[in-house]
């Protein structure tokens, strides 16, 4: 498939049904909090779907700062708070999983490269 072609089957199309205003909540010091609020094309708020509260923060490693984020299980700003410690956590704890996955991956394929005698 050419370049050109694959251009065509991008679809840029806005989901007119799935629109939501976007607010940002900080602490300044650790938290970021993304509020999600579902609304209508007409720019109403639409109450028959849920608000989103997704939370967000970032480590410091000698490679420079990572991102962290999760979905938080909350229906408002409160309990998203509440719930940001522990959900950030939980989000580490996943990424730090997924590293050492990848690593023993790669460690097991450049191992099988190395032919060793007597083995």
């Known amino acids: ?7 065509d089957h991008l679809d840029f ?9 976007e607010e940002s909540v900080t ?8 509020v999600l609020k579902p609304i209508h094309l007409d720019g109403s708020a639409d109450t028959s779907r849920k608000v989103i509260y997704i939370g967000h923060t970032q480590l410091m490693s000698p ?3 990572i991102p962290i984020q999760a979905m938080l299980k909350a229906d408002n700003i409160k309990d998203a708070i509440e719930e940001f410690p522990e959900a950030m ?7 730090i999983d ?8 790669m460690n097991e394929k450049n191992d099988s490269r190395i032919i060793m005698p007597g083995r």
């Open 1 to 7: 498939m050419t370049t050109a072609e694959q251009e």
């Open 13 to 21: 199309k806005v989901d007119t049904k799935n629109l939501y205003n």
């Open 27 to 34: 602490d300044l010091k650790v938290a970021s909090l993304r």
């Open 63 to 65: 490679q420079g700062p």
């Open 89 to 95: 956590k939980q989000s580490m704890k996943e990424m």
């Open 98 to 105: 997924r590293v050492q996955k990848m690593q023993a991956q």
